[in-house]
């Protein structure tokens, strides 16, 4: 894999600087710039707060110098490389808070293997998103990624990450029949909460993120007061803030009572009174509302996701998502006419909350929700930002909104901000956003802490990798984020760990199962089986005990499909039973008769103990052979 060039003078550099002027000036007196800076002379700067004709000054890595003034005030560089960005716009890197870094933007039947997380980064750079919050992702490999981009290891924007979610067992997202992962932590009671912050704070979450979510028309577990009161108090003894994703006005009480005071979202479900929000507005709280991922959601199932017919959108996006947003297949539980009126009502509901809660003064940040289903990354915050004008919140504040406000709520005063000692994380686009916000969309040339990228390079066909030096010989059971980075004789899981090689279920040790496609160029990765009992069945959260061979067995996804009833689209059955031939779900039993319970009757039990590599079998109808 190639590294980023981002200019040919420079291809022995990671981060190259080349910084050619789009329109030189043969710099001279001393009124600003330096030696080794870059000028941007001309337009009209954007720096967080307010908008007017100035000059802005990089040295390094900071801004140094912001001199504001039009054509009446003579500016020149002493120094450096000047760039003639008249009718155009300078603004500090737009920060999206709220990704999804590892969720691909498809139909929610949509599931290719890969990790998009590189295709994800060079998207959201190439759209000028300079930092950004993960709100879930899988947390070993967010936190690989964030302490590799912290090192300087990979070009990418700033990240905080919160890691897991903390939700009650079958809460959102982590339903009833779900496997144990490390995407959720459950939390039932308020004894809960001590053990989840001992297992996570080692790994220095930015925030920590809770669901409070009744799931509207099929209800589902909701944590209770003293849990989310719990949560709050270990969070602030460990100075961690808390934010709370919420779908109806009751969750915004909850979490307020406790002291909650940051909102993933505005709520869907139902309306903010006006009191309500003057609550917020009193207690200081902060509303990321996701405009774009209700839009999302909703041009998808209506078919208008029109981007979808412009070639360009191939530089961003992953072709298998974009075909699959275009398979009607993949679509269909999405366009139902029921789904429909429930995408409709959402969208509406949360357009009235956020004018509820601006009306009444309450702070909005802009988060896009990326990775939903129509929600690209990168270029979901430019529409979350014209919506929120759309909605009746003035230019200035939406542009706030994704720079300042947001650097506020992840207290990083030198983030979202153009000014003397800020981090030089600019944004150049062509025209005035405050305007007209699809000007966002033009964008001339992106800086990363005072580096000039080449969004060329980035573009995803391209196949540039955003990593300084390739990793390799990365351990057994060490996270990988590709293919080629664990050592030999090793493949990257389908969990991204590196683990053994394999071809055949011989290849792995006992236990283990060969999974084929595992990451790597030679074959398949061996994946322990965590040695759930085929026959008690008491995989945490429903889920279901399923053999993989090898004497390998799993907590893995249930549905609702038991003996002869068909498997769902994912091939998983009730607990108990597992998909067969022809689609269908059959019953576990012991060819022994040693547990539980026999085939019912005009069933015979067949041995599959060679093939799971411990006594197990399925009944099938007696006739079959």
Avoid at 359 to 386: K, Y
Avoid at 395 to 412: F, H, I, S
Avoid at 475 to 500: D, K
Avoid at 518 to 533: L, Q, R, T
């Amino acid at each position: 894999m190639g590294r980023l060039a981002l200019c040919a003078l420079a291809a022995s550099t990671w981060l190259a600087g080349c910084r050619v002027a789009e329109s030189p000036s043969t710099p001279s007196a001393t009124d600003v710039g330096c030696a080794g800076c870059t000028v941007l002379k001309g337009g009209t700067v954007f720096d967080g707060t307010r908008a007017a004709r100035a000059t802005v000054v990089i040295e390094g890595d900071r801004v140094k110098q912001v001199v504001w003034g039009g054509a009446e005030l003579r500016v020149e560089a002493g120094g450096g490389e000047v760039v003639d960005v008249a009718g155009k716009t300078v603004l500090p890197g737009l920060i999206d808070l709220h990704v999804h870094s590892l969720s691909v933007a498809g139909p929610y039947a949509y599931y290719d293997g890969d990790l998009h997380l590189e295709d994800h980064t060079k998207a959201m750079l190439r759209a000028g998103v300079t930092s950004y919050l993960d709100l879930g992702s899988s947390q070993h490999v967010i936190f690989e990624q964030r302490s590799r981009i912290n090192a300087g290891d990979i070009l990418a924007p700033q990240l905080f990450a919160a890691g897991p979610l903390l939700t009650p067992t079958g809460g959102h997202p982590c339903y009833h029949g779900s496997p144990p992962t490390d995407f959720c932590v459950f939390i039932d009671s308020p004894a809960d909460v001590a053990g989840a912050f001992e297992a996570l704070l080692p790994r220095a979450p930015d925030v920590v993120k809770i669901v409070l979510e009744s799931g509207g028309t099929q209800r589902l577990p909701h944590l209770s007061p003293p849990s989310v009161a719990a949560i709050k108090a270990a969070a602030a003894s460990a100075g961690v803030r808390v934010i709370a994703h919420v779908a109806e006005a009751a969750d915004i009480e909850m979490a307020l009572d406790a002291g909650v005071t940051l909102f993933a979202h505005v709520p869907d479900e139902d309306r903010i009174s006006p009191e309500l929000a003057q609550r917020m507005a009193a207690a200081g709280a902060v509303v990321v509302p996701t405009l774009s991922m209700k839009d999302g959601l909703y041009r998808t199932v209506h078919g208008t996701l029109t981007e979808l017919d412009d070639p360009a959108l191939a530089d961003d996006v992953p072709a298998g998502v974009i075909a699959a947003l275009q398979d009607p297949a993949l679509l269909a539980e999405l366009r139902t006419a029921r789904y429909r009126e429930l995408v409709k009502a959402w969208r509406e509901q949360g357009i009235a909350n956020l004018k509820t809660c601006y009306q009444a003064g309450v702070t909005i940040a802009a988060g896009s929700d990326a990775g939903n289903p129509g929600v690209f990354h990168g270029l979901s915050l430019r529409r979350e930002i014209a919506l929120l004008v759309d909605a009746g919140v003035p230019p200035l504040e939406a542009l706030a909104a994704a720079t300042r406000r947001a650097a506020d709520v992840l207290g990083r005063p030198d983030l979202g901000r153009i000014e003397p000692g800020a981090l030089a994380d600019v944004l150049v686009v062509d025209g005035d956003p405050l305007a007209d916000a699809r000007a966002l969309g033009r964008v001339s040339r992106v800086y990363k802490s005072g580096v000039l990228l080449d969004r060329e390079a980035l573009a995803l066909p391209r196949k540039t990798s955003l990593a300084r030096e390739p990793r390799t010989g990365v351990g057994l059971g060490e996270t990988c984020l590709a293919a080629s980075e664990c050592a030999p004789a090793r493949s990257c899981s389908p969990a991204q760990v590196c683990a053994a090689t394999c071809g055949a279920p011989s290849d792995c040790a006992p236990g283990s199962a060969c999974f084929l496609g595992g990451g790597s160029f030679s074959g398949g990765a061996c994946v322990d089986g965590d040695g759930c009992d085929l026959f008690a069945q008491e995989c945490e959260n429903g889920a279901a005990c399923v053999f993989w061979g090898n004497g390998s067995t799993s907590c893995w996804y249930a549905a609702e499909g038991s003996d002869g009833q068909p498997c769902d689209a994912s091939y998983a059955c009730a607990p108990g039973s597992v998909c067969g031939p022809s689609n269908t779900c059959r019953a576990l039993c012991d060819p022994r008769g040693e547990r539980g319970e026999p085939c019912p009757g005009g069933e015979r039990c067949v041995d599959h103990t060679a093939i799971a590599g411990l006594p197990v079998g399925t009944c099938e109808p007696s006739d079959r052979r």
